[in-house]
């Protein structure tokens, strides 16, 4: 599975970005996808994710701010960033989930993409 990110980019403090995420190779069973951010000397943190059936989750942080969407037809993940706010300054990374058996999932990355809010 390749997952090929993009929609990055500068932005001023409130306003919005579009970020999508497309899967490509052996695609099949996907499962969830999903949203990472890392900000310079920080971890590796969790924005947004969403399964197969449409059921997402997000950090506390982003709440009523983003929102994760996917086209399963055209195996891409979107996340829809407004209220843009410097502390949202990281490289996102996108995930792709793929079952293998009840116990096992295997997690493919994306390359990342860097998202830069100005203040």
């Known amino acids: 599975v390749q997952l090929q990110a993009c929609g990055g980019g500068l932005v001023q403090y409130g306003g919005s970005l579009r970020l999508s995420c497309a899967a490509s190779?052996?695609?099949?069973?996907?499962?969830?996808m999903g949203w990472y951010r890392q900000a310079p000397g920080s971890q590796r943190e969790l924005v947004a994710g969403?399964?197969?059936?449409?059921?997402?989750n997000y950090a506390d942080s982003v709440k009523g701010r983003f929102t994760i969407s996917r086209d399963n037809t055209n195996n891409t993940a979107y996340l829809q960033m407004n209220s843009l706010k410097p502390e949202d300054t990281a490289v996102y990374y996108c995930h792709a989930d793929q079952f293998i058996s009840n116990s096992l999932n295997r997690r493919y990355w994306g390359q990342g993409t860097q998202v830069t809010v100005s203040s």
């Open positions: 190779g052996s695609i099949f069973s996907i499962s969830a």
């Open positions: 969403i399964t197969d059936g449409g059921s997402t």
